[in-house]
């Protein structure tokens, strides 16, 4: 084929490829809107208009003349709430724990919780306009606040019986026609523990598939990125969640993170630009991460308590463990309680698993004795192999059936004890904090001897590896929690009793 018999079948081709293009593909617009973005989708933040534009994260304050800062203090069920017109902000939150002889603090001072801002100029001193609600009651606080081109409106509404804080943002423009509308920031800080854990971690979190993800905080790309019109955004640390959790009448465009020179984090809810007057609602929950606080929000937030795939298992572990509390009035002996019930409950499992690994010991005696019988006639050997399998069984599947039953529980309740609230503070005879290590390193220690306590066979390898399995326990042990030390105390007291008695 020569040239020109190409250029029919390529123009052809050509004008087909741009036909299909023009007629099929989706039209996209080169700038970015909310319409056009699922909520919790990540961006990297480029140099164009609209929500695809550059983050903003520092804040210009108006000039305004000098006024007395105002404190208010609201206590609900849940905690105590302190307010201050300084910038209308949540200025500190603590709640009581531990049968309320704790108290736990989760904001740190010198960071504004609910701050708004403007593009420039943003109003720092606002006024106290109205405190509504009685004990028992949702309470309520109004604040507002001139700008250039009108009036903002905050309140606030507290939840006497949940962690749920809600925030509703007023614009009243003082014109009907705004040439320089507004475009409003809220700032929502990391939670802090205070008393302050040992292994505490902070994560970023936004709703990803209608379910939650945790954003890894150590890569700095998540800072130079954004999130459209997220439903749910902010920070959780292992037993604290400060976060939106529903916007209402879409006021949130995109969210982003942020980090001051003293590596504090804050979450920025940037709003579009409001070009009219108008009222927006927003919910944010703002407590622990226990599960009967966070169903009582947003049943989302469960995904938090970081209990894995065998999250059903586990919730109903942490639901025995606490009613036993209830019961006891303390969590260390609920734990060992809890501990001799598993134990109980699986008993059978264990001895029928221990009866087939001894049939099963047997058998393989057997099959040698087989072996050195016949061998020097395989065809006996097959025979007599197939007579004794006939008979007994394959040797050891059986025995490890009750191990695969037992041992999502095990680990479902290993997971409670490295992650829930309900231990932290918890005390236990000589140790303050259940969470924490044991001071003294008692239950290491014990744990240690327990395993050594535990009879096995007299050979002299065995013998060795149990001496190093114990040290090497007892060493792990100084390092984890003393209700998690505590649980695997219990259960190498128990295997030892029990292997003690079935050889008697």
Same mark, same amino acid.
């Given at each position: 084929?020569?040239?020109?018999?190409?250029?029919?079948?390529?123009?052809?081709?050509?004008?087909?490829?741009?036909?299909?293009?023009?007629?099929?593909?989706?039209?996209?617009?080169?700038?970015?809107?909310?319409?056009?973005?699922?909520?919790?989708?990540?961006?990297?933040?480029?140099?164009?208009?609209?929500?695809?534009?550059?983050?903003?994260?520092?804040?210009?304050?108006?000039?305004?003349?000098?006024?007395?800062?105002?404190?208010?203090?609201?206590?609900?069920?849940?905690?105590?709430?302190?307010?201050?017109?300084?910038?209308?902000?949540?200025?500190?939150?603590?709640?009581?724990?531990?049968?309320?002889?704790?108290?736990?603090?989760?904001?740190?001072?010198?960071?504004?919780?609910?701050?708004?801002?403007?593009?420039?100029?943003?109003?720092?001193?606002?006024?106290?306009?109205?405190?509504?609600?009685?004990?028992?009651?949702?309470?309520?606080?109004?604040?507002?606040?001139?700008?250039?081109?009108?009036?903002?409106?905050?309140?606030?509404?507290?939840?006497?019986?949940?962690?749920?804080?809600?925030?509703?943002?007023?614009?009243?423009?003082?014109?009907?026609?705004?040439?320089?509308?507004?475009?409003?920031?809220?700032?929502?800080?990391?939670?802090?523990?205070?008393?302050?854990?040992?292994?505490?971690?902070?994560?970023?979190?936004?709703?990803?598939?209608?379910?939650?993800?945790?954003?890894?905080?150590?890569?700095?790309?998540?800072?130079?990125?954004?999130?459209?019109?997220?439903?749910?955004?902010?920070?959780?640390?292992?037993?604290?969640?400060?976060?939106?959790?529903?916007?209402?009448?879409?006021?949130?465009?995109?969210?982003?993170?942020?980090?001051?020179?003293?590596?504090?984090?804050?979450?920025?809810?940037?709003?579009?630009?409001?070009?009219?007057?108008?009222?927006?609602? @927003?919910? #944010?929950?703002?407590?622990?991460?226990?599960? =009967?606080?966070?169903?009582?929000?947003? %049943?989302?937030? $469960?995904? *938090? &308590?970081?209990?894995?795939?065998?999250?059903?298992?586990?919730?109903? @572990?942490? #639901?025995?463990?606490?009613?036993?509390?209830? =019961?006891?009035?303390?969590?260390?002996? %609920?734990?060992? $309680?809890? *501990? &001799?019930?598993?134990?109980?409950?699986?008993?059978?499992?264990?001895?029928?698993?221990?009866?087939?690994?001894?049939?099963?010991?047997?058998?393989?005696?057997?099959?040698?004795y087989l072996q050195r019988k016949y061998k020097d006639s395989p065809e006996m050997l097959e025979q007599a192999r197939a007579e004794l399998i006939r008979k007994h069984g394959v040797p050891g599947l059986a025995g490890c059936l009750p191990l695969l039953l037992t041992l999502p529980i095990l680990i479902s309740l290993n997971t409670v004890l490295s992650n829930a609230i309900e231990l932290y503070g918890a005390p236990f005879l000589w140790i303050k904090n259940l969470y924490a290590v044991d001071p003294y390193y008692i239950l290491p220690v014990l744990t240690?001897?327990?395993?050594?306590?535990?009879?096995?066979?007299?050979?002299?390898?065995?013998?060795?590896?149990?001496?190093?399995?114990?040290?090497?326990?007892?060493?792990?042990?100084?390092?984890?929690?003393?209700?998690?030390?505590?649980?695997?105390?219990?259960?190498?007291?128990?295997?030892?009793?029990?292997?003690?008695?079935?050889?008697?």
């Amino acid at each position: 084929m020569n040239i020109k018999e190409w250029i029919l079948p390529l123009s052809f081709a050509i004008v087909m490829t741009y036909a299909m293009q023009y007629f099929f593909e989706s039209k996209t617009d080169s700038k970015l809107s909310v319409q056009q973005v699922t909520s919790g989708a990540g961006f990297f933040a480029p140099t164009i208009e609209d929500i695809n534009k550059p983050l903003h994260t520092t804040v210009q304050y108006g000039q305004e003349k000098d006024q007395d800062i105002v404190v208010t203090t609201i206590k609900t069920s849940c905690g105590s709430y302190v307010f201050s017109n300084q910038g209308a902000i949540l200025q500190s939150f603590s709640f009581p724990w531990q049968k309320d002889s704790q108290t736990i603090d989760t904001l740190d001072a010198h960071e504004n919780c609910f701050f708004i801002a403007f593009a420039d100029h943003s109003p720092k001193m606002y006024t106290l306009k109205e405190v509504t609600g009685q004990e028992g009651q949702d309470r309520t606080l109004e604040y507002s606040a001139e700008f250039e081109h009108g009036i903002i409106t905050k309140i606030f509404t507290l939840h006497h019986d949940s962690y749920q804080v809600d925030l509703d943002v007023s614009i009243a423009y003082h014109h009907k026609h705004v040439s320089n509308p507004v475009q409003l920031r809220v700032f929502i800080p990391q939670p802090v523990m205070t008393p302050a854990i040992a292994w505490d971690k902070i994560a970023g979190l936004v709703n990803e598939n209608k379910g939650l993800a945790a954003l890894d905080l150590s890569k700095k790309d998540n800072f130079s990125r954004y999130w459209a019109a997220p439903s749910c955004f902010g920070y959780e640390s292992r037993f604290l969640v400060h976060a939106l959790i529903k916007d209402e009448n879409n006021f949130v465009q995109r969210g982003y993170l942020t980090k001051n020179s003293d590596d504090f984090m804050s979450s920025i809810l940037e709003s579009r630009v409001l070009r009219e007057s108008g009222s927006w609602k @927003m919910k #944010f929950f703002m407590g622990p991460k226990t599960a =009967q606080a966070v169903k009582a929000v947003d %049943a989302r937030l $469960l995904k *938090t &308590l970081n209990f894995g795939w065998l999250a059903p298992i586990a919730h109903g @572990m942490l #639901f025995i463990l606490q009613y036993l509390y209830e =019961q006891l009035g303390n969590y260390g002996w %609920a734990i060992i $309680l809890l *501990t &001799l019930l598993l134990k109980l409950l699986m008993l059978p499992f264990t001895l029928y698993g221990e009866k087939n690994m001894r049939k099963g010991a047997e058998m393989q005696q057997k099959l040698a004795y087989l072996q050195r019988k016949y061998k020097d006639s395989p065809e006996m050997l097959e025979q007599a192999r197939a007579e004794l399998i006939r008979k007994h069984g394959v040797p050891g599947l059986a025995g490890c059936l009750p191990l695969l039953l037992t041992l999502p529980i095990l680990i479902s309740l290993n997971t409670v004890l490295s992650n829930a609230i309900e231990l932290y503070g918890a005390p236990f005879l000589w140790i303050k904090n259940l969470y924490a290590v044991d001071p003294y390193y008692i239950l290491p220690v014990l744990t240690g001897l327990a395993m050594l306590a535990t009879p096995m066979d007299n050979d002299p390898k065995k013998s060795l590896m149990r001496y190093a399995m114990a040290l090497m326990m007892a060493t792990i042990s100084c390092y984890l929690s003393a209700g998690l030390v505590l649980f695997i105390l219990m259960n190498s007291v128990v295997a030892a009793l029990q292997t003690q008695l079935q050889k008697r």
